[in-house]
């Protein structure tokens, strides 16, 4: 999940944790928040989610046509083991 409008949290809501969600090691949640010198680390607080402006680039069409066509051939074992 992307968010690219600018995220800016009331702050009634502090103490505040955002909470994202991480697989195979990636963040998937990222929040374009502007610079809060002014908030405390012990009044917000982000977990496991990513800022917008490190947002890595989209995989190429390459690369996806390669892992749609790896996953033809390779058997229903072989991706659970992988999974693993």
Do not use: C
């Amino acid at each position: 999940m992307v968010i690219k409008q600018p995220f800016i949290f009331p702050k009634d809501l502090y103490l505040l944790t955002v909470h994202g969600h991480i697989h195979h090691s990636q963040e998937h949640v990222w929040l374009n928040l502007p610079p809060m010198q002014d908030i405390s680390a012990e009044l917000f607080e982000l977990k496991n989610v990513g800022k917008i402006a490190s947002l890595p680039d989209a995989p190429s069409w390459w690369e996806e046509t390669l892992t749609w066509v790896e996953s033809l051939f390779s058997s229903p074992d072989t991706r659970r083991v992988a999974e693993l």
